[in-house]
């Protein structure tokens, strides 16, 4: 059971242009959706997360867009720079399980070319 | 200073065969956590420690069985290797436990298990 659907798959944007990246999730219970961004060869790495209790969260170039009542949020990259090709992926996690359990999108392949 | 480190970074073993991924965090956290990531990229939990507890045991084959010394450490033994279990696997690591905390997870660099 997939319970955070991403999309899309990948992605192509050039330089300069805005990405868009899409997260769907079933369980209302999840509380705390953060971003992840891992480059060939390591480990993913914590880019931004946001609770439902705002719709929108900002640092930089990296906005999250939060829709409670679609159960939906996005993650969007603006001025897209090569720099920022790696593979995104968006989780969840309930937080009043106690264990930050995060259950994990497909990811999405993000190319910026230059 | 690595924060989150993992040993060996690639493992290349026979069927069969039991081996094991180290992992150490110096970040002070309470909680660590193992991954399985899957040719296609998939990230799965397999396995979550507390200070030594374990408190996520997910549908994993009991071939594998994590082992914490210490909370700085949590380790991955597998038993009888299967050609199904080539993956990246991750350790991660998490600041707080219990409620409301912080679920801000810190990955390592991963290990890349290929078996032949």
């Known amino acids: 059971q997939q319970q955070v659907k991403q999309s899309p798959q990948s992605l192509i944007v050039q330089k300069g242009g805005i990405s868009i990246i899409n997260c769907a999730y079933e369980?209302?219970?999840?509380?705390?959706f953060p971003w992840y961004q891992q480059f060939p060869g390591k480990g993913p790495a914590l880019l931004i997360a946001?609770?439902?209790?705002?719709s929108e969260k900002k640092e930089g170039r990296f906005t999250i867009s939060f829709n409670k009542s679609a159960k939906q949020f996005s993650l969007h990259i603006m001025d897209s720079q090569p720099g920022d090709s790696a593979t995104y992926f968006c989780a969840a996690s309930e937080g009043s399980s106690n264990t930050g359990k995060l259950i994990f999108g497909q990811g999405t392949t993000l190319q910026v070319k230059p | 200073d690595t924060a989150v480190s993992q040993t060996p970074k690639y493992l290349v073993t026979q069927m069969g065969n039991d081996k094991s991924i180290k992992c150490e965090q110096n970040?002070?956290?309470?909680?660590m956590y193992w991954y399985k990531q899957d040719s296609k990229k998939f990230l799965k939990i397999m396995f979550s420690y507390n200070n030594k507890e374990l408190i996520i045991n997910e549908t994993v084959p009991n071939r594998f069985s994590p082992k914490s010394p210490d909370k700085a450490h949590l380790n991955l033994h597998i038993n009888s290797l299967e050609l199904g279990d080539s993956a990246v696997y991750f350790c991660a690591s998490s600041p707080l436990w219990g409620q409301g905390a912080n679920h801000e997870q810190y990955f390592g660099p991963g290990t890349r298990l290929t078996v032949t």
């Open positions: 369980n209302t219970a999840f509380d705390y």
């Open positions: 946001i609770r439902p209790d705002v």
């Open positions: 970040l002070g956290h309470d909680t």
